[in-house]
């Protein structure tokens, strides 16, 4: 997520958020389901519950995730034609995230933040199911273009104390929804994410949704509720069925203005 580094953001209290949203999950077995043993491994070792990660352990310990990114690239176009959309979306999220860990750890010394590392989203080049693709690539070029499913952006981590946070344990087709949806819970709860503020009359929405804004245009437009711009209105749409009554009602008027949350580009570091 290669975006202009803004400041760090202060502990705001957490909207409130609606609890019974159940996600549902469905899929059908591939012929060659992907072994994720070893980054499992590494994030339960590396990664905090606040998805925090200890780089310079991992960095001194680094060969269960070279192993799993060496498996990544040995995926032949068929194998992964033959997945199902699920194992496809966690398959490239997962692969994105252990890239970047490995963006991370390869310099010595660890840099402060990954804006720090020259070319690490449009000049590396890595060799993922048989071709050889940037972090820019995967995610713009292939997530975003191959799927409508703008949840990955709470899954993809750009190593940034604003991102949403890595999960220590790897997405998997058969629990991506479950995932995907607490990813989103946890974001919108956090600092990082969203918060409404009545007495001002504004929203503060985090920069993810300004960057990305138009991929909930194709499920969530709306044209007669909420404000802002087209984007705008469909990212407040697609929050809004998080939210309890009172907080959906008042996005869906008009008359509150909507800012962006500064944001950290710090590295994620325990």
């Not at 491994?41 to 200890?54: E, F, H, P, Q």
């Not at 989103?184 to 994410?193: A, E, L, T, Y």
Request: with cysteine.
């Amino acid at each position: 997520m290669l975006l202009p580094a803004i400041a760090l953001i202060h502990n705001y209290p957490s909207p409130i958020i609606a609890q019974n949203i159940p996600p549902v999950a469905v899929m059908t077995k591939s012929s060659e389901p992907f072994n994720y043993d070893n980054y499992t491994a590494v994030l339960r070792t590396y990664v905090s519950d606040r998805g925090l990660v200890n780089y310079q352990q991992l960095q001194t310990n680094r060969q269960q995730l070279d192993a799993f990114n060496a498996s990544v690239g040995a995926v032949t176009p068929q194998t992964y034609s033959s997945w199902t959309e699920k194992e496809k979306i966690a398959f490239l999220i997962n692969a994105y995230n252990a890239f970047t860990l490995q963006s991370i750890i390869d310099q010595n010394p660890i840099k402060k933040s990954i804006r720090d590392i020259p070319g690490v989203w449009k000049g590396k080049k890595w060799l993922i199911a048989g071709e050889r693709k940037t972090l820019d690539d995967i995610e713009h070029r292939t997530l975003r273009q191959d799927f409508n499913e703008p949840r990955i952006h709470v899954a993809l981590v750009c190593a940034a104390m604003s991102c949403p946070i890595l999960r220590n344990e790897p997405y998997t087709a058969a629990e991506l929804d479950t995932q995907l949806e607490e990813q989103m819970r946890k974001f919108i709860r956090s600092s990082q994410g969203f918060r409404i503020e009545k007495g001002e009359g504004r929203v503060y929405l985090s920069a993810i949704f300004k960057w990305y804004g138009k991929d909930w245009q194709p499920s969530y437009i709306v044209e007669d509720k909420f404000t802002g711009t087209r984007s705008q209105r469909a990212v407040l749409h697609f929050l809004s069925k998080y939210l309890l009554p009172s907080s959906r009602q008042y996005l869906e008027q008009d008359g509150y203005k909507i800012s962006y949350l500064n944001y950290d580009w710090s590295l994620n570091r325990q």
